[in-house]
């Protein structure tokens, strides 16, 4: 079993990096700060440096699997005894994904399980109605935080959800800020969440968490956290445009950042101090622990950030259990015979894995072709047995499935906004998958070629250049897809292309499709989607 809470490994460095927040308060010229080393050492000569251990968590997008793996990492670090040590267990958003209430509530009560004190509010988080995102906020034992926030006096969320909380450990008190992403419109599908809840762009959203932070340190705490759901750019921005933040717990971008290292997650604010910032991948793959140590002044002397990875953790048979009380036994659909390793980028390459999710749609709605953002694929198929939860891991939205007539003109615009994402932060929001369609695409998102491949296995050429507006497909699609999510296609809650809609989502379809395989099935590279180097283009 990994030792989670180790000897402070960076110790040397971070001498340095004391040393460097002093030339930098002596070449601003700041008496106040020269000062207080000094004053700080006359004032408590024998005070002990203020250990605390944070346990951090962010983007885990409803994966159940991990969830329980994470309850036991949890448990660990809650077991280790750590005298003199404030420990705090916080999450930086996207704990919840999809719009199923059922697993939004294991995603709910896992939180309160490992005693998380807040989590941030991600854009996920608005997958839910804001009725059902108010009943699960009556449920928490945790905080809900966003200081960028606005809620309509009107919603079921109003009042549900925070700007900071204080919490107190031996004796030491802490202020945790938590703020939500500016690009929030852009990231959750049109439903009553966006129109209730708005949030601040990035300029204003620093201003908002400086006067909150300004209002702490008022009261006297000088230890603040801030659990940001804003991305890693906009992280390192916070960091240097404020002061008195001391740790940003990030998320959103995805970015797994293991150890400290200088101009990278640690930086220096307006005033000087030291720092850190924090995040830890995505879909639950990895839990992070910081260590860090503060001076009385509230300033981090020491640091240690660790990235733990869950699959080192069982998944025990009591949180299993805890998870099927809420969502019931899993049914065995079949099992995979053989398979090939998920791709790496999985937003800017073709997944096998998803491949079999576009053409489970495509075959049971009966459609010419199916189309699939590649960000919807969260999990992948392992050798052996396949159950329900598995096609819920790998494709946990819950959205609700369409049938549309799409020209070719608008599917070749909607892959073209996919292909965007090869140059973008983050590859968002990644490319399209598709079933009874070819493409290929440049690793610098430009389309090259598009083919349409009918049900008995002919390809027909698709003109990219002039595409035809009159020439139509029924595509199979999901409701995020067709009213504009991502942008893939314009906004449009009501769009005049759905012929059929249907209250189930895809991970059903997966389901049925995979029941109707004698029992096994492959999972195997094709050439539907190709990316090549625009060098050798």
């Not at 968590?57 to 036991?72: Q, S, V």
């Amino acid at each position: 079993m990994i030792n989670l809470i180790n000897a402070y490994s960076n110790t040397n460095q971070l001498k340095a990096y004391v040393q460097k927040n002093s030339q930098i308060t002596s070449t601003k010229q700041n008496k106040n700060l020269i000062q207080a080393p000094l004053e700080n050492k006359l004032k408590y000569p024998e005070q002990m440096p203020i250990k605390t251990s944070i346990f951090y968590l962010n983007d885990i997008h409803g994966k159940m699997t991990n969830m329980e793996r994470i309850y036991a990492a949890a448990k660990e670090f809650d077991n280790k005894n750590e005298p003199n040590t404030g420990k705090l267990k916080l999450a930086s958003g996207d704990i919840i994904l999809g719009a199923n209430y059922t697993s939004n509530q294991v995603a709910n009560k896992f939180l309160n399980w490992i005693g998380v004190s807040a989590n941030a509010l991600g854009n996920h988080e608005l997958d839910v109605v804001p009725k059902n995102l108010s009943a699960l906020m009556d449920n928490a034992k945790y905080k809900l935080l966003a200081i960028n926030a606005t809620v309509d006096s009107e919603s079921p969320m109003a009042g549900k959800i925070g700007n900071s909380i204080i919490e107190e450990r031996n004796g030491q008190k802490y202020g945790i800020i938590g703020i939500a992403p500016s690009d929030m419109a852009e990231r959750v599908k049109l439903n009553d969440s966006v129109k209730d809840i708005k949030i601040d762009d990035f300029p204003t959203t620093v201003k908002k968490v400086q006067a909150e932070v300004d209002r702490l340190k008022n009261e006297g705490i000088n230890k603040i956290i801030v659990l940001s759901h804003s991305g890693l750019k906009h992280d390192k921005k916070l960091a240097q445009e404020t002061s008195g933040i001391d740790v940003i717990l990030g998320a959103h971008t995805h970015d797994l950042i293991n150890g400290i290292k200088e101009g990278e997650n640690l930086l220096y604010s307006k005033t000087g101090e030291p720092v850190v910032i924090t995040q830890g991948g995505k879909d639950g793959e990895n839990v992070g622990i910081l260590n860090i140590e503060f001076n009385q002044n509230g300033v981090i002397t020491k640091a240690q950030n660790n990235i733990i990875k869950t699959r080192n953790y069982t998944r025990n048979l009591s949180s299993r259990s805890a998870v099927e009380s809420i969502i019931g036994k899993p049914e065995v659909l079949g099992k995979v015979t053989s398979t090939v390793a998920p791709p790496k980028e999985r937003l800017i390459e073709n997944n096998p894995h998803g491949n079999i999710i576009a053409d489970a749609m495509r075959s049971e709605l009966g459609t010419d072709i199916a189309i699939l953002n590649a960000g919807n694929i969260r999990g992948h198929f392992d050798l052996g047995p396949v159950d329900s939860r598995l096609i819920n891991d790998i494709t946990p939205f819950e959205d609700k499935m369409l049938i549309g007539k799409l020209s070719e003109k608008e599917i070749v615009d909607a892959i073209k906004v996919g292909g965007q994402s090869f140059v973008r932060t983050g590859h968002k929001p990644g490319i399209l998958l598709v079933s009874g369609l070819k493409y290929t695409m440049t690793d610098k998102g430009e389309l090259k070629s598009l083919s349409f491949i009918d049900k008995s296995g002919n390809e027909n050429l698709i003109d990219i250049t002039n595409p035809s507006t009159e020439r139509k497909y029924t595509v199979a699609m999901d409701d995020f897809f067709a009213t504009g999510g991502d942008n893939y296609l314009p906004t449009n809650e009501n769009p005049d292309f759905i012929i059929k809609k249907f209250n189930i989502d895809k991970n059903k379809l997966a389901c049925d499709y995979i029941k109707k395989m004698n029992g096994s099935f492959e999972v195997k590279h094709d050439d539907r989607i190709k990316i090549i180097s625009h060098e050798n283009n």
